[in-house]
């Protein structure tokens, strides 16, 4: 895998996650992110950081995004979420549009 | 796509896209540029048993399934591997996972 094809996630407390780019742009906002024209340093560098999100949401939105491209491609499986997390990740993918 | 795997080292969590006739090396090959280290550098190793993967297996010979977490050690300057190292959240969710507590 080319690193110019992946981006990595970097959550509130310092944790990192590298995705594909065509992952990660399943969430509207860091697609605009990447691909809007002018210098986000976003996609200068290669990644971005989310000062609100904590490691256990962003790898669970991580997986949302896999899980969105496995089904999309037609495998069929239930994506599991743990009822504590619910109220925390509707808040982060609201603000990801995903 | 077919599925995916987590490969943890550190506070770093690589998701790769394989297939399960992938074979073990096939993973390093893909994880080369990512931690900037040739294959032959990198372990991977099954978080649960401390299993070390064989080159040549495949996924599916190992029973990693899509959403699995592999481990990642990489060969340090004396030529030893170091050990595995994850570093978990520290928030609440996951310390009643990690006690495995039913309340």
């Known amino acids: ?98 | 796509m077919d599925m995916y795997i987590r490969i943890k080292r550190d506070k770093t969590t690589y998701f790769i896209r394989c297939k399960a006739s992938d074979k073990i090396l096939d993973i390093k090959e893909k994880l080369q540029e990512l931690v900037d280290k040739p294959a032959k550098d990198q372990r991977l190793i099954l978080p649960g048993t401390g299993e070390v993967l064989d080159d040549s297996k495949t996924l599916a010979d190992q029973k990693i399934d899509t959403d699995a977490v592999v481990a990642l050690t990489l060969r340090k300057d004396d030529n030893e591997f170091e050990e595995v190292n994850i570093v978990r959240p520290s928030d609440f969710y996951q310390t009643r996972d990690a006690e495995g507590a039913s309340w």
């Open chain 1, 1 to 98: 895998m080319k690193k110019e094809d992946t981006v990595k996630l970097i959550s509130s407390d310092g944790f990192e996650f590298v995705v594909d780019k065509e992952a990660a742009m399943v969430s509207q906002t860091i697609r605009n992110m990447l691909t809007s024209p002018g210098s986000f340093a976003e996609r200068e560098h290669g990644q971005v950081t989310f000062p609100e999100i904590s490691s256990t949401i962003l790898e669970k939105i991580c997986q949302y995004f896999y899980w969105h491209l496995e089904f999309a491609s037609g495998k069929d499986r239930e994506f599991p979420i743990e009822p504590e997390l619910t109220l925390e990740l509707m808040m982060a993918a609201n603000y990801l549009h995903t």
